[in-house]
């Protein structure tokens, strides 16, 4: 693994406004994996919940410097950024602090680049990252508009569910809306079809209807639904951790492979 690359980290925005459809599960164990290939991975817990600091085992009174004070400027990233069980995958966690901080930056006029700032300051490359995962809240507030300002894509978890792509319409117009004024660079990294039971003619259905209206959008990999990733997070632990030979492991390092499979031949000789 090459630690000093010329190019930049790829910085990539896990977004749904729905709650529910495996957003942080994505987060963590896509950055797992993508940790296990070789790659230095840091994790931005954008989410007041602060459920991807707890899923990989970052205890609230390890969270002394936090995302609220890497977005405000009060902290560097190293300073921030928890190593976790996972060799190459750090995280800089998120408390409920986040919560208050769509009241707090409104009177700042620069509220929408704050973490794009945050993440192209020069000390962001002592990190010596290939990725940047950033996972976002439940809803199309500052901090999703933050994630998507300061990413160059979007990862879209998309539940294998009824109505599952009329929730995507909104965020679709986001992330329109994002380009035409801040971000004329962001795009799709793909859609993630999650909680797929193969057995299941709705999930069938929906990822029929899923590829029928969205091409190449669509992910080739889905991630199914696994019982090893549901109670991986309750220890604390990647699916890494928790049960390695899963099927839920297997699929994230599939989908790690479509993503690292867009890589500059440089980085891609590099692992």
């Known amino acids: 693994m090459n630690l000093s690359r010329a ?4 910085i990539i925005a896990v977004a749904n406004q729905k709650g529910g459809v495996g957003k942080t599960t994505t987060a963590i164990n896509l950055g797992a ?4 290939a070789g790659r230095r991975v840091l994790l931005i817990d954008l989410d007041p919940q602060g459920n991807a600091s707890t899923g990989l085992g970052i205890e609230a009174d390890q969270r002394r410097l936090t ?3 890497f977005l ?8 921030c950024a928890n190593q976790t069980t ?3 995958l750090t995280i800089i966690p998120a408390t409920t602090d986040l919560s208050s901080a769509d009241i707090s930056l409104m009177a700042n006029e620069k509220r929408s680049f704050l973490l794009h700032d945050a993440l192209h300051q020069p000390a962001i490359d002592e990190l010596g990252l290939d990725y940047i995962l950033i996972d976002c809240p439940p809803s199309l507030n500052i901090l999703t508009v933050n994630a998507m300002v300061a990413a160059n894509t979007v990862v879209v978890p998309l539940q294998s569910e009824f109505f ?3 929730g995507l319409s909104q965020l679709m117009l986001t992330v329109r809306e994002v380009r035409q004024s801040a971000n004329p660079d962001l795009r799709i990294e793909g859609i993630v079809l999650t909680m797929y ?13 899923a590829r029928d209206n969205l091409g190449d959008l669509v992910f080739n990999t889905v991630i199914p639904r696994n019982v090893r990733l549901s109670e991986a997070p309750s220890f604390a632990l990647s699916v890494f951790d928790y049960d390695p030979t899963s099927k839920g492991a297997a699929a994230y390092l599939a989908l790690a492979s479509e ?3 867009k890589e500059p031949q440089s980085l891609q000789r590099s692992s």
């Open 7 to 10: 190019t930049q980290p790829k």
């Open 33 to 36: 994996a993508l940790a296990k």
């Open 67 to 69: 995302t609220y004070d």
């Open 72 to 79: 405000i400027g009060e902290a560097l990233p190293a300073e």
């Open 86 to 88: 996972i060799d190459g």
């Open 164 to 166: 599952a792509l009329e």
């Open 197 to 209: 039971d193969q057995r299941n003619n709705l999930s069938q259905q929906v990822e029929a209807d």
């Open 259 to 261: 993503i690292m499979a």
